[in-house]
């Protein structure tokens, strides 16, 4: 079974904290992916890498930023908290190419920023 | 640029009733994925389906059954016989892909339908 950990799963920060939220997949899954789900708006990309040290803006990178050393693992940086970063924040890894495009998603994360 | 629409915000139905969750997209794209994820209250996204875009043929597993319409730009999802632990947010989401059938990997998903089963 695919296996995708985030750090913690209810976090409350203060604005302006640099915030560091972590992923963590066990299947050597080269595509990890990082969304923010807020209520009637679904799920929004913020961030995803193809692989090791690679990494491309989603719909709304702004304020976020992402680091990926190592395969198994994909942070998610917020630099200065704002309270509109209030947010649930979601995981996911995929083998990369081919068709088998199935996303395994982690618990999720539930920031709050004060 | 890609879309999926949920209209539906929420939904109530008593247990046993069959259920339809709607959903939508817009693509440019001719090749592409669509799936079905099931969010329950613990937050974790479960996949449900993925149906790639040149199979219209309908799916059935178990209570749950996919129709897939490229002609409406389609893909409803039914539970027959619904049960209290149907009771969850359940997305629908689409992957563009290339012509040769491999996806871009991005997934854009639609405002999610809560569904909410009374006993």
């Known amino acids: 079974d695919v296996k995708v950990t985030q750090s913690s799963r209810y976090l409350v920060k203060r604005t302006g904290e640099k915030v560091f939220l972590e992923c963590v997949q066990d299947?050597?899954?080269?595509?990890m992916f990082w969304y923010r789900q807020d209520p009637g708006l679904g799920l929004r990309l913020i961030y995803f890498?193809?692989?090791?040290?690679?990494?491309e803006k989603g719909d709304i990178p702004e304020g976020y930023s992402v680091s990926r050393e190592k395969k198994e693992r994909f942070s998610l940086i917020l630099e200065s908290a704002s309270t509109n970063q209030t947010s649930m924040y979601l995981c996911?890894?995929?083998?990369?190419?081919?068709?088998?495009?199935?996303?395994?998603f982690g618990p999720g994360t539930r920031l709050t920023v004060l | 640029a890609q879309k999926v629409t949920q209209a539906q915000t929420e939904i109530s139905v008593v247990e046993k009733e069959d259920v339809t969750l709607d959903c939508v997209y817009e693509?440019?794209?001719?090749?592409?994925?669509l799936f079905w994820y099931k969010q329950p209250p613990s937050g974790e996204l479960v996949f449900l389906i993925r149906?790639?875009?040149?199979?219209?043929q309908n799916e059935i597993s178990g209570r749950y059954s996919w129709n897939f319409q490229k002609s409406t730009s389609s893909f409803n999802f039914t539970i027959t016989a619904s049960q209290v632990v149907d009771s969850a947010v359940y997305f629908c989401?689409?992957?563009?892909?290339?012509?040769?059938?491999?996806?871009?990997?991005?997934?854009?998903f639609g405002q999610g339908t809560i569904l909410t089963v009374h006993p």
């Open positions: 989401a689409l992957s563009e892909a290339d012509a040769g059938g491999t996806s871009y990997g991005k997934l854009t």
């Open positions: 890498s193809y692989d090791v040290k690679m990494k």
């Open positions: 149906r790639n875009s040149f199979d219209e």
């Open positions: 996911a890894s995929r083998l990369a190419g081919g068709r088998a495009d199935t996303q395994y």
């Open positions: 299947m050597d899954h080269e595509n």
């Open positions: 693509t440019r794209d001719t090749t592409y994925y």
